[in-house]
């Protein structure tokens, strides 16, 4: 992956810790708007990159009083009681819900709109056509030609009348395919066999009743 700006290494004395706590997953370092990871602990990749939303969203909210104006539901205010302050417990759900934690609970859609934003804002890799925070994709980094990397080039296709945003780089691509790709993105005349591919692959991932794009629990 490449280097994320809100990761930081952890300090000799965080090490020594994090070694005696390992159940402890990192924390977010308010003071340099920073999250550190602990190097000792034994979550998968997918729970790391969890930790790393949570984190990531809290130092945003906090750097730039984002404002949390919604109401928590009875489910929430329940769950949440004993998480100090309004802010914070607004805070957490926000947090959760950003990095897919089901605790965040039936959160509403103004709780959603919010988390939404932010996650586009703390997107590594940048943001979709319809602002939605751009994934590692089907093939993970891969270098253009202009020296920048892509994981995702999107198009819209007309679907049943409905137009639908996807991937064009996908697995079943061939080498030139996918050169093609890196060099010009998805502008200008795209090859009709890589659209088919790409709408092909689609599709069957929507019949299983999955994102055209790949998830990051995939």
């Known amino acids: 992956m490449p280097t994320d700006p809100f990761l930081r290494e952890p300090y000799q004395s965080e090490k020594d810790y994090f070694q005696k706590n390992k159940n402890v997953a990192g924390y977010a370092d308010f003071n340099n708007n ?17 930790v790393i939303k949570n984190e990531k969203t809290r130092l945003f909210i906090r750097k ?6 919604f109401s928590l539901t009875p489910e929430q205010e329940n769950a949440f009681v004993n998480y100090g302050s309004d802010l914070n417990k607004k805070e957490t759900i926000i947090a ?8 965040a609970g039936n959160f509403t859609p103004e709780q959603k709109e919010i988390a939404d934003k932010i996650a586009g804002e703390i997107s590594t890799y940048g943001l979709r056509p319809d602002g939605t925070p751009k994934g590692s994709g089907f093939l993970g980094e891969l270098i253009r030609p202009d020296g920048g990397i892509s994981t995702e080039v999107s198009i819209g296709l007309n679907f049943d009348g409905k137009e639908v945003l996807l991937p064009l780089i996908v697995p079943t691509l061939s080498k030139g395919e996918l050169d093609f790709i890196l060099k ?10 890589i659209i088919n591919k790409a709408a092909a ?7 299983e009743g999955k994102s055209p794009f790949k998830m990051e629990n995939e």
């Open 201 to 207: 692959h689609a599709l069957q991932r929507m019949r």
């Open 64 to 69: 730039n009083n984002v404002p949390l104006d």
């Open 34 to 50: 920073k999250v550190v990871l602990n190097p000792f602990s034994n979550l998968s990749d997918i729970e790391k990159n969890a």
């Open 96 to 103: 959760r819900i950003v990095s897919g934690d089901p605790s």
């Open 184 to 193: 010009y993105g998805g502008n200008g005349k795209i090859p009709k066999q």
